[in-house]
């Protein structure tokens, strides 16, 4: 993995306002945003937790995605639960406890062009910048014309699943599609897509994809699978975006 500065810039200290768990996998933790917190949607930072006596070598600080909106007044994330010392004190912190935020960094931000259709990629926690993109465009009516394609194992695991439903009833120019793999251990019902995310459910659900931009953005593995289905597709390097999650 990359190494990565040890010391960032005034680091910001944030409380947590609610915690949330999906399928016992996926934590979702929402906290206080500083009025002097700014970013832009689709960017990351350093979450720096404090001690709760769980330790390990790799320590107390990650990068995360923020999956709110510039537009919204709190910073969220959403993680994948491990035996990590950072994840399991993450999942023990407390309402209303402190930790600190670093600035935040890169660059995952929509194209200037508005007329070049935009899909998202997105596999299980890859999902995390896209809320913050989608969010963002609806919210400030970037005039971008979205489709964000979510493969989720079920349901249940599927973050920020409703809320997505939400958006593509209020911004006519975002449309979400969801593929479910393993509806088998699914106890809601679902009347959308299953299977895996294959060339062909690109080709059908994003009908742009001969000039459209792709983002692609999730652990290392399931970024190199989404490549391979736009090598199939052979969609050009320059019209495709990429945040691995590294660490993963
Ligand atoms: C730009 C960016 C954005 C990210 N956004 C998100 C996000 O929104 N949500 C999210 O869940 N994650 C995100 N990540 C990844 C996140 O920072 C963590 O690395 C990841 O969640 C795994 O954390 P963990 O505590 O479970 O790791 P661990 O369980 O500690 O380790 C995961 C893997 O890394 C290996 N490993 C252990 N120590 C090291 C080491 N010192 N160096 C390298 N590898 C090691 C382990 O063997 C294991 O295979 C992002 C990463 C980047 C770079």
């Not at 010391?7 to 399928?23: D, F, G, I, N, S």
């Not at 699943?161 to 969801?178: H, K, M, T």
């Not at 052979?234 to 495709?240: H, N, T």
Request: aromatic share 10%.
């Amino acid at each position: 993995m990359e190494e990565q500065p040890e010391e960032e810039a005034m680091p910001h200290t944030v409380t947590l306002k609610q915690r949330k768990e999906y399928a016992g996998d996926v934590l979702f933790a929402e906290f206080s945003r500083p009025a002097d917190y700014a970013f832009t949607a689709g960017q990351w930072c350093f979450l720096a937790l404090p001690d709760r006596g769980i330790a390990d070598e790799r320590g107390l600080r990650r990068h995360l995605s923020i999956t709110s909106a510039p537009e919204e007044d709190h910073l969220g994330f959403a993680t994948k639960i491990s035996d990590s010392a950072f994840k399991q004190t993450l999942a023990r912190i407390e309402i209303g406890e402190e930790i600190r935020v670093e600035a935040p960094k890169g660059r995952l931000h929509l194209p200037a062009d508005t007329d070049r259709p935009v899909c998202f990629l997105a596999g299980g926690i890859g999902i995390t910048p896209f809320r913050s993109l989608a969010v963002h465009s609806t919210r400030s009516s970037t005039g971008h014309r979205i489709t964000l394609l979510y493969s989720s194992r079920t349901p249940e695991e599927a973050v920020f699943l409703d809320e997505f439903q939400a958006l593509g009833g209020e911004n006519a120019r975002f449309r979400f599609v969801a593929t479910m793999t393993r509806m088998q251990q699914s106890q809601r019902s679902w009347a959308g897509r299953e299977g895996r995310m294959d060339s062909q459910v690109i080709r059908e659900e994003f009908p742009e994809w001969e000039r459209g931009a792709f983002y692609v953005a999730g652990p290392p593995n399931m970024v190199g699978t989404m490549l391979e289905l736009l090598a199939e597709l052979a969609v050009p390097e320059e019209r495709i975006t990429v945040e691995k999650f590294m660490g993963y």
